[in-house]
């Protein structure tokens, strides 16, 4: 069984410019949760999606947008990059049988994200 | 709003000892705690998972329990070994199905 994987493991951007990061969920998973993990802090929840809808969202602006595809595998877009911007992102994957994902979540390795 | 609160931020201890990790919310309106490992720059590892209607798990050196009404948890691990150095990460989920966390312990064992 495959776990959560992430792509890429570390990307460096400049201010201003766009990023997309990729996760693939562990096998039989259908809902994604991205999270944010600042320097010495906990992570912060950015936004879940259960079978391809948004299915909550945190304390983040309209410019950190994502996707969930057929197949549950998930995009993490981010315009407009800031320098607080810079952090570790993380997906988390879990198994749902109804709408709401309460279930255990299983994490990736994570994208480390620098912005210059 | 949830907050979750883990104290202290550091802990070494030698070897070999018992020890305790303690965490605290505020709102007791949770579904499940975890209990995760977070090792320097890596992802997170989940070690336990509680259900809001259950008081502890276990699993081999590491025992969870939960107390829902007064909003802790505690995370036991027995006979320490240097490999279990890392970050102790607990995190609730809420009616929004969002995991809050807490900031960490940073756990040394020294040999």
């Known amino acids: 069984e495959t776990g959560v994987t992430q792509s890429p493991t570390h990307l460096i951007k400049t201010r201003g410019q766009q990023v997309t990061l990729r996760c693939s969920s562990q096998s039989g998973h259908n809902t994604v949760s991205w999270y944010q993990q600042a320097l010495g802090q906990g992570p912060q929840f950015i936004f879940q999606?259960?079978?391809?809808?948004?299915?909550g969202r945190g304390n983040f602006p309209p410019r950190f947008s994502g996707l969930q595809f057929p197949n549950y595998s998930s995009e993490l877009n981010v315009n407009a990059l800031e320098l607080d911007d810079s952090a570790l992102y993380l997906c988390?994957?879990?198994?749902?049988?109804?709408?709401?994902?309460?279930?255990?979540?299983?994490f990736g390795p994570g994208t480390r994200l620098t912005v210059l | 709003k949830q907050e979750v609160t883990q104290i202290p931020a550091a802990l070494s201890v030698p070897e070999g000892e018992n020890l305790v990790l303690n965490c605290s919310f505020t709102?007791?309106?949770?579904?499940?705690l975890q209990w995760f490992r977070q090792d320097p720059g890596k992802g997170l590892t989940s070690l336990l998972l509680i259900q809001s209607s259950q008081r502890e798990q276990t699993s081999g050196r590491l025992n969870a329990s939960l107390d829902k009404s007064s909003g802790r948890s505690t995370l036991y691990i027995a006979a320490s070994q240097p490999g279990d150095s890392a970050t102790y990460l607990c995190a609730v989920t809420g009616a929004n199905s969002k995991l809050t966390f807490g900031k960490g312990i940073t756990l040394s064992v020294r040999p």
């Open positions: 999606y259960y079978r391809e809808e948004e299915n």
């Open positions: 709102d007791s309106a949770i579904y499940n």
């Open positions: 988390a994957s879990s198994p749902s049988t109804t709408r709401g994902g309460k279930n255990e979540q299983f």
